[in-house]
């Protein structure tokens, strides 16, 4: 195909996919492929749900947008859902995570601006982070390669080395404005943060007036098991939250949950978005909300998640120098590769009929459909193990003696 006319910032490989159905993408050519990757975490009933395609129809016939000077049908409604079911009691919707991130970080520099400390500029983020492509999410995530070459780094953020509390400790000052951290880190590596590390974190932020801002752009959305990723515990509530990616179930929404008292402060003219939040998103966001929100679907993925963490570890008994490490949490699952680059591994398993992606440090990532079957699991860990197979002790050596 000729991409010549795109902006060379992606290069896919030489495929083409005409339609999807639940976990299965069909190409061109007819051949079908086990989707464990759901779009980056996003596809969270699969491809082409009947629900949402339904919810997006009857919207489409009634209105798609009316930017946000009127009131938009759903959003409400939609917005006292979730924070009927998380810490949340005010709601602003966005199209994508990095405005998701945009808006947390407004909302608190400007309250702390509004409680008489305009200084409390700064935000503590953690090394591994990912938190978007604005100028604010790569300045927050601190990655210094996608930080080169735009300018100069913007103030008021700081980088804090994941896991470690005493040194966040000493980086809180009278500057500091909030905390920013992904309860698991996907494309750091899908590196769970401890949950006592959360409550301590909350501890901490409690003590010092500093604001608790989560990421679960990608960790959220039932992907752990839980609607949200921290809700593993209940002393580790933020003040504000970002998610996005599996809400609109590939539909393009994001949210920024935040209390009462952070959000009191985002007066009319604060801030705003145009999309963020039309009629048909907030209908497909409540199509997804109806299998997300129920307690009996996220035992459905916890019980998977469990087969597919198993499946994971055997396959690391099995092939001890390929699987180093079994990573990550509920269905946002994977493994740190050893005597294999993690591309090499993807690049197979895709010629063998399997998408995955990778993540940072080596990592295979999986983030199959939450609605995916035990029957898919078990084909792909199957295809997994034959790609494992194919790589052989001869491919596993010359990559050793590489090293
Ligand atoms: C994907 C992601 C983002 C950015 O979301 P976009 O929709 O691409 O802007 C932010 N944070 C995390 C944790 C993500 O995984």
């Avoid at 639940?22 to 980056?40: E, H, K, P």
């Avoid at 809700?231 to 990616?245: L, T």
């Avoid at 966001?285 to 996220?298: I, K, M, Q, S, T």
Wanted: glycine content about 10%; some cysteine.
């Amino acid at each position: 195909m000729d991409r010549s006319s795109l902006f060379p910032s992606y290069a896919p490989p030489n495929l083409r996919f005409t339609h999807g159905e639940g976990t299965w993408l069909t190409d061109t050519s007819g051949r079908r492929y086990l989707d464990f990757i759901s779009g980056i975490s996003v596809n969270t009933l699969g491809h082409a749900h009947p629900d949402l395609v339904a919810a997006l129809e009857s919207q489409a016939r009634k209105l798609w947008h009316l930017s946000n000077m009127f009131d938009v049908p759903g959003q409400a409604e939609l917005a006292a859902r979730y924070c009927e079911l998380t810490f949340a009691d005010r709601v602003f919707f966005t199209n994508s995570g990095a405005e998701s991130i945009e808006c947390a970080l407004k909302s608190a520099r400007r309250y702390h601006a509004m409680n008489s400390a305009p200084e409390r500029i700064e935000v503590i983020g953690f090394e591994g982070a990912f938190h978007g492509r604005t100028y604010a999410s790569v300045n927050a995530a601190g990655n210094p390669k996608y930080l080169e070459g735009f300018g100069p780094r913007l103030p008021g953020y700081v980088q804090a080395p994941f896991g470690d509390f005493e040194t966040l400790q000493s980086l809180v000052s009278d500057k500091t404005a909030a905390i920013l951290i992904e309860p698991v880190q996907g494309e750091g590596g899908l590196r769970p943060a401890p949950l006592g590390y959360l409550e301590a974190i909350r501890a901490l932020c409690d003590e010092t007036g500093t604001l608790l801002i989560y990421d679960e752009v990608q960790c959220g959305a039932g992907r752990t098991g839980k609607l949200f990723a921290h809700q593993w515990s209940d002393r580790a509530a933020p003040d504000i939250m970002a998610a996005a990616k599996g809400v609109g179930g590939g539909f393009p929404l994001g949210m920024c949950l935040a209390t009462e008292a952070v959000a009191q402060h985002m007066t009319p003219g604060t801030h705003g978005t145009t999309y963020g939040g039309n009629a048909l998103a907030v209908a497909v966001g409540a199509a997804v909300l109806d299998h997300l929100g129920r307690e009996d679907f996220l035992q459905g993925v916890r019980d998977r998640a469990d087969l597919l963490e198993l499946k994971l570890k055997r396959l690391k008994t099995a092939h001890p120098d390929l699987v180093e490490e079994v990573r990550g949490k509920g269905l946002l699952i994977g493994f740190k590769a050893g005597e294999i680059a993690n591309l090499e591994l993807r690049n197979r398993a895709r010629d063998a009929g399997l998408l995955i992606g990778v993540a940072a440090d080596n990592t295979v990532r999986l983030a199959p459909p939450l609605n995916v079957s035990a029957a898919e699991i078990d084909q792909a860990v199957d295809i997994l193990e034959s790609v494992l197979k194919s790589v052989g002790p001869s491919a596993s050596a010359v990559a050793a003696a590489l090293k």
